[in-house]
Protein backbone atom coordinates (compact mmCIF):
# COMPACT_ATOMS: atom_id res chain seq x y z
CA UNK A 1 0.00 0.00 0.00
CA UNK A 2 1.24 3.46 -0.93
CA UNK A 3 2.50 5.48 1.88
CA UNK A 4 3.62 9.03 1.29
CA UNK A 5 5.31 10.64 4.26
CA UNK A 6 5.95 14.54 4.29
CA UNK A 7 8.76 16.04 6.41
CA UNK A 8 9.20 18.34 8.36
CA UNK A 9 5.33 18.43 10.09
CA UNK A 10 6.05 21.92 10.99
CA UNK A 11 8.77 24.27 9.92
CA UNK A 12 8.84 28.32 11.71
CA UNK A 13 11.37 30.38 9.71
CA UNK A 14 12.32 34.41 9.37
CA UNK A 15 11.20 36.18 5.80
CA UNK A 16 13.81 35.83 3.31
CA UNK A 17 15.47 32.42 3.66
CA UNK A 18 14.83 29.76 1.25
CA UNK A 19 13.82 26.49 2.58
CA UNK A 20 13.02 23.00 1.33
CA UNK A 21 10.19 20.75 2.39
CA UNK A 22 10.44 16.76 1.73
CA UNK A 23 8.06 14.20 0.48
CA UNK A 24 8.55 10.63 -0.07
CA UNK A 25 6.30 8.04 -1.15
CA UNK A 26 6.69 4.09 -1.11
CA UNK A 27 5.63 2.63 -4.16
CA UNK A 28 7.31 3.97 -7.79
CA UNK A 29 4.37 3.24 -9.95
CA UNK A 30 3.02 6.87 -9.72
CA UNK A 31 1.27 8.61 -13.11
CA UNK A 32 2.86 11.59 -11.14
CA UNK A 33 3.49 13.98 -7.84
CA UNK A 34 1.21 17.18 -7.44
CA UNK A 35 2.17 20.02 -4.54
CA UNK A 36 -0.83 21.44 -3.18
CA UNK A 37 -0.94 24.75 -0.88
CA UNK A 38 -3.75 24.62 1.67
CA UNK A 39 -5.07 27.86 3.83
CA UNK A 40 -6.79 27.54 7.01
CA UNK A 41 -10.51 26.47 6.52
CA UNK A 42 -9.63 26.59 2.65
CA UNK A 43 -9.48 24.37 -0.41
CA UNK A 44 -6.54 23.10 -1.89
CA UNK A 45 -4.68 25.05 -4.42
CA UNK A 46 -2.35 23.06 -7.09
CA UNK A 47 1.53 24.36 -6.93
CA UNK A 48 3.00 22.21 -9.13
CA UNK A 49 2.64 18.99 -11.02
CA UNK A 50 5.49 16.85 -11.83
CA UNK A 51 4.75 14.08 -14.72
CA UNK A 52 6.64 10.65 -13.39
CA UNK A 53 8.53 11.19 -17.06
CA UNK A 54 9.47 14.53 -15.60
CA UNK A 55 12.48 15.42 -13.54
CA UNK A 56 11.24 18.90 -12.07
CA UNK A 57 8.73 22.06 -12.58
CA UNK A 58 9.37 25.12 -11.76
CA UNK A 59 6.70 28.31 -10.66
CA UNK A 60 8.17 31.83 -10.27
CA UNK A 61 9.68 30.97 -6.55
CA UNK A 62 9.02 27.90 -6.63
CA UNK A 63 10.93 24.42 -7.47
CA UNK A 64 10.26 21.01 -7.20
CA UNK A 65 11.83 18.21 -8.03
CA UNK A 66 10.94 14.49 -8.39
CA UNK A 67 13.07 11.35 -8.24
CA UNK A 68 11.22 8.52 -8.93
CA UNK A 69 13.09 5.69 -8.37
CA UNK A 70 14.16 6.93 -4.93
CA UNK A 71 10.53 7.95 -3.98
CA UNK A 72 11.32 11.32 -3.08
CA UNK A 73 10.32 15.13 -4.20
CA UNK A 74 11.48 18.41 -2.81
CA UNK A 75 9.80 21.84 -2.88
CA UNK A 76 11.99 24.76 -3.16
CA UNK A 77 11.02 28.03 -1.83
CA UNK A 78 12.96 31.33 -2.50
CA UNK A 79 13.01 34.01 -0.87
CA UNK A 80 9.85 33.08 1.85
CA UNK A 81 7.47 35.33 2.52
CA UNK A 82 4.92 36.07 4.76
CA UNK A 83 2.50 35.29 2.60
CA UNK A 84 3.96 31.77 2.22
CA UNK A 85 2.78 30.11 5.55
CA UNK A 86 0.13 27.63 4.85
CA UNK A 87 0.37 24.03 4.76
CA UNK A 88 1.76 22.26 1.82
CA UNK A 89 0.80 18.86 1.25
CA UNK A 90 2.42 16.61 -1.62
CA UNK A 91 0.07 13.86 -3.64
CA UNK A 92 0.80 10.78 -5.61
CA UNK A 93 -1.53 10.01 -8.17
CA UNK A 94 -1.00 6.11 -8.76
CA UNK A 95 -1.36 3.32 -11.58
CA UNK A 96 -4.75 2.10 -10.45
CA UNK A 97 -6.08 5.90 -10.40
CA UNK A 98 -5.81 6.61 -7.09
CA UNK A 99 -4.61 9.78 -4.88
CA UNK A 100 -2.42 9.37 -1.95
CA UNK A 101 -1.51 12.24 0.21
CA UNK A 102 1.22 13.27 2.82
CA UNK A 103 0.10 14.99 6.03
CA UNK A 104 1.30 18.13 5.24
CA UNK A 105 4.23 20.33 6.14
CA UNK A 106 3.20 23.34 8.27
CA UNK A 107 5.07 26.31 6.95
CA UNK A 108 5.55 29.94 8.98
CA UNK A 109 7.12 32.52 7.60
CA UNK A 110 7.98 35.64 10.11
CA UNK A 111 8.35 38.75 9.57
CA UNK B 1 -13.83 30.88 -14.70
CA UNK B 2 -12.93 27.84 -13.84
CA UNK B 3 -14.16 25.95 -10.46
CA UNK B 4 -14.84 23.28 -8.50
CA UNK B 5 -18.49 24.22 -6.59
CA UNK B 6 -19.71 22.11 -3.46
CA UNK B 7 -22.95 22.46 -1.30
CA UNK B 8 -23.33 22.95 1.24
CA UNK B 9 -20.39 24.53 2.63
CA UNK B 10 -21.40 23.63 6.01
CA UNK B 11 -23.60 21.30 7.62
CA UNK B 12 -25.03 20.10 11.15
CA UNK B 13 -27.43 16.86 11.08
CA UNK B 14 -27.69 14.51 13.23
CA UNK B 15 -27.22 10.35 12.96
CA UNK B 16 -29.30 8.77 10.37
CA UNK B 17 -30.52 11.68 8.95
CA UNK B 18 -29.54 10.93 4.74
CA UNK B 19 -27.67 14.06 3.35
CA UNK B 20 -26.37 14.63 0.22
CA UNK B 21 -23.05 16.90 -0.79
CA UNK B 22 -23.23 18.26 -4.43
CA UNK B 23 -20.17 18.97 -6.66
CA UNK B 24 -20.01 20.25 -9.89
CA UNK B 25 -17.49 21.47 -11.90
CA UNK B 26 -17.57 23.60 -15.45
CA UNK B 27 -14.20 22.33 -16.97
CA UNK B 28 -15.76 19.36 -18.76
CA UNK B 29 -13.12 17.15 -16.43
CA UNK B 30 -13.74 13.45 -16.79
CA UNK B 31 -12.32 12.23 -13.31
CA UNK B 32 -13.92 13.41 -10.33
CA UNK B 33 -12.93 12.94 -6.80
CA UNK B 34 -14.05 12.57 -3.24
CA UNK B 35 -11.74 13.71 -0.25
CA UNK B 36 -11.96 13.79 3.83
CA UNK B 37 -9.76 15.33 5.43
CA UNK B 38 -9.25 14.76 9.48
CA UNK B 39 -7.06 16.36 11.39
CA UNK B 40 -3.93 13.72 12.00
CA UNK B 41 -5.22 11.59 9.51
CA UNK B 42 -4.56 13.84 6.37
CA UNK B 43 -6.84 14.06 3.63
CA UNK B 44 -8.03 10.42 2.21
CA UNK B 45 -9.69 9.58 -0.73
CA UNK B 46 -13.44 8.02 -0.83
CA UNK B 47 -14.60 7.84 -4.23
CA UNK B 48 -13.35 8.74 -7.43
CA UNK B 49 -14.97 8.51 -10.86
CA UNK B 50 -13.24 8.28 -14.47
CA UNK B 51 -16.31 9.49 -16.34
CA UNK B 52 -19.80 9.03 -16.64
CA UNK B 53 -21.57 5.64 -15.07
CA UNK B 54 -17.92 4.72 -13.98
CA UNK B 55 -16.84 4.86 -10.39
CA UNK B 56 -14.39 2.88 -8.19
CA UNK B 57 -13.40 3.23 -4.25
CA UNK B 58 -11.00 5.06 -2.63
CA UNK B 59 -9.30 4.14 0.75
CA UNK B 60 -12.34 4.90 2.53
CA UNK B 61 -15.38 4.18 1.28
CA UNK B 62 -17.63 2.59 3.77
CA UNK B 63 -20.52 4.22 4.36
CA UNK B 64 -20.65 6.88 1.56
CA UNK B 65 -22.11 6.30 -1.82
CA UNK B 66 -22.01 8.49 -5.05
CA UNK B 67 -23.12 8.87 -8.47
CA UNK B 68 -22.07 9.83 -11.82
CA UNK B 69 -24.89 10.35 -14.21
CA UNK B 70 -24.00 13.96 -15.99
CA UNK B 71 -20.05 14.75 -16.28
CA UNK B 72 -20.24 18.13 -14.36
CA UNK B 73 -21.62 16.45 -11.25
CA UNK B 74 -20.57 14.01 -8.68
CA UNK B 75 -22.67 13.99 -5.46
CA UNK B 76 -21.79 12.29 -2.15
CA UNK B 77 -24.06 10.81 -0.60
CA UNK B 78 -24.66 9.93 3.49
CA UNK B 79 -27.38 7.18 3.58
CA UNK B 80 -27.32 6.92 7.22
CA UNK B 81 -24.83 9.11 8.76
CA UNK B 82 -22.75 8.45 11.64
CA UNK B 83 -20.38 11.09 14.23
CA UNK B 84 -17.39 9.93 12.92
CA UNK B 85 -18.29 11.09 9.40
CA UNK B 86 -17.69 14.21 10.88
CA UNK B 87 -15.37 15.82 8.87
CA UNK B 88 -13.96 18.03 6.01
CA UNK B 89 -14.72 17.29 3.07
CA UNK B 90 -13.58 17.76 -0.62
CA UNK B 91 -14.85 17.65 -3.93
CA UNK B 92 -12.09 17.13 -6.89
CA UNK B 93 -11.79 17.11 -10.57
CA UNK B 94 -8.88 16.70 -13.03
CA UNK B 95 -7.61 18.36 -16.31
CA UNK B 96 -5.58 16.39 -18.54
CA UNK B 97 -5.71 13.06 -20.86
CA UNK B 98 -5.49 10.05 -19.06
CA UNK B 99 -6.46 11.50 -16.33
CA UNK B 100 -2.81 12.32 -15.17
CA UNK B 101 -3.36 16.64 -15.11
CA UNK B 102 -3.79 18.74 -12.14
CA UNK B 103 -6.30 18.48 -10.09
CA UNK B 104 -8.84 21.14 -8.84
CA UNK B 105 -10.08 21.51 -5.78
CA UNK B 106 -13.94 23.03 -4.12
CA UNK B 107 -13.66 25.26 -1.36
CA UNK B 108 -14.68 21.75 0.81
CA UNK B 109 -17.88 21.14 2.84
CA UNK B 110 -17.39 20.44 6.97
CA UNK B 111 -20.30 18.06 8.32
CA UNK B 112 -20.91 17.67 11.63
CA UNK B 113 -22.62 14.65 12.57
CA UNK B 114 -24.44 14.97 16.73
Known amino acids: KQEVTQIPAALSVPEGENLVLNCSFT??????LQWFRQDPGKGLTSLLL?????REQTSGRLNASLDKSSGRSTLYIAASQPGDSATYLC??????????FGAGTILRVKS | EAQVTQNPRYLITVTGKKLTVTCSQN?????MSWYRQDPGLGLRQIYY???????DKGDVPEGYKVSRKEKRNFPLILESPSPNQTSLYFC?????????????FGEGSRLTVL
Open chain 1, 91 to 100: AVKEYGNKLV
Open chain 1, 27 to 32: DSAIYN
Open chain 1, 50 to 54: IQSSQ
Open chain 2, 27 to 31: MNHEY
Open chain 2, 49 to 55: SMNVEVT
Open chain 2, 92 to 104: ASNSGQGYTGELF
